[in-house]
């Protein structure tokens, strides 16, 4: 019997998730509860729509020249696309029959047989640190910063090109100290081809509000370039390659 993939939605022509254009899958489904999250309706795993390998497959496969002609591929992201990981590699294996590149956008909160299998199919891994202090990444996503960190140094040990997301929030992960820790830890991570710093932006707030969810940072103004420029700055140390939306 086929294994059944829960799936938030599908985006056919994505830009901002790796490069090129790239068929998006939202996976349902995250262990996380992130205060910034703007899918809080991909947190519960067995909603969403059902999917075999084959059928996601077969709808992504359609859009196979896009991807081939602008550099691009496919990205699992979610919610949290390795919650469903045994699914997820499945897919992945008729991808790459095809030659179809493929990212995985994680939190790095879970690891096991299935995930260390998907990696060796991973082009790009885009890995969300919310934050590098423990405390603070804590009380942002309700979990441990351990384990991202444990998976950062698994994609460094296996060689996985990957991409690290931190997304600014004013108040909450400004501390530009604490940012020129994690750039210095970054240092060490030689996969580490890139850094996206992305500014918090409220346009999931209404969906917290129709969920009947308290949005804590609703009073949240998004950075100001000079915020973001100096947190631009601060990661940029040693040659690190950056990209912020200032």
């Not at 790459?96 to 995985?104: F, L, T």
């Amino acid at each position: 019997m086929s294994i059944i993939g829960h799936v938030h939605s599908l985006e056919s022509l994505g830009t901002v998730d790796g490069p090129g254009i790239r068929f998006v899958v939202f996976m349902q489904g995250c262990p996380l509860r992130c205060q910034f999250c703007h899918n809080p309706d991909s947190w519960e795993v067995n909603k969403g729509i059902q999917y075999s390998p084959e059928e996601l497959y077969e709808e992504i496969k359609k859009y196979k020249s896009y991807m081939e002609f602008s550099g691009g591929g496919v990205t699992f992201t979610g919610g949290e696309p390795l919650l469903q990981a045994e699914f997820i590699l499945e897919v992945c294996k008729l991808l790459k029959k095809e030659g179809i590149s493929i990212a995985i956008d994680t939190s790095g909160f879970i690891m096991n047989n299935w995930v260390k299998e998907i990696l060796e199919y991973t082009d790009i891994v885009l890995l969300d640190i919310k934050n590098f202090d423990p405390l603070v990444y804590k009380n942002i996503t309700g979990v441990s910063l351990s384990p991202t960190l444990k998976f950062l140094d698994y994609l460094k040990e296996r060689n996985v090109t990957t991409w690290v997301r931190y997304v600014l929030v004013p108040g909450l992960t400004d501390n530009l100290d604490k940012l020129k820790l994690l750039s210095e830890h970054l240092d060490n991570y030689p996969n580490v081809a890139k850094i996206e710093l992305l500014p918090f932006h409220k346009m999931g707030e209404f969906k917290w509000q129709e969920m009947g969810l308290e949005y804590k940072l609703s009073e949240t103004k998004e950075p100001d370039a000079e915020l973001m420029r100096q947190a631009k700055e601060i990661l940029e140390t040693n040659g690190k390659n950056v990209s912020a939306s200032i």
